[in-house]
């Protein structure tokens, strides 16, 4: 884990410019947003997520998280089929607050060009240089 200013990165997770991270898992990978995400959008009081079956394309919205602050769009660091959902984040929003690396995830999908599709987000070391850039 690097504190890049007051917002953790964690080793071993892939981002993207949409402030989302990506934990590969075997074929199959788990999303969620990063502690910059969670520290700009302040007090998280809902989201909104795909249904288990679903499919997201990289790039594209897939969901909603609302904050006392704004509505922002999750949208999608890879493509594939939703596998699970948290549901515990729906019920508690907060959790992205206090926990979005671990109990905050969001998604696990079985992605549908992984190899193809990881090229186009950051890698640890970039996203670490991409933080510091971030005001």
Request: aromatic share 8%; charged share 30%; with cysteine.
């Amino acid at each position: 884990m690097v504190k890049v200013k007051d917002v953790e990165v964690p080793e071993g997770l892939c981002y993207s410019k949409d402030y989302e991270w990506v934990k590969i898992e075997g074929d199959k990978v788990r999303i969620g947003i990063t502690d910059y995400a969670q520290k700009q959008l302040r007090e998280i009081v809902y989201v909104e997520l795909p249904a288990e079956g679903d499919t997201i394309t990289q790039n594209e919205p897939y969901g909603t998280v609302e904050s006392v602050k704004a509505v922002s769009d999750l949208v999608a660091p890879l493509s594939g089929t939703i596998e699970q959902i948290n549901t515990d984040v729906q019920d508690s929003p907060e959790t992205l607050n206090e926990d979005p690396y671990n109990k905050g995830w969001l998604l696990v999908i079985k992605p549908s060009d992984k190899d193809a599709e990881l090229k186009n987000i950051m890698d640890f070391a970039k996203a670490v240089e991409w933080h510091e850039s971030l005001s």
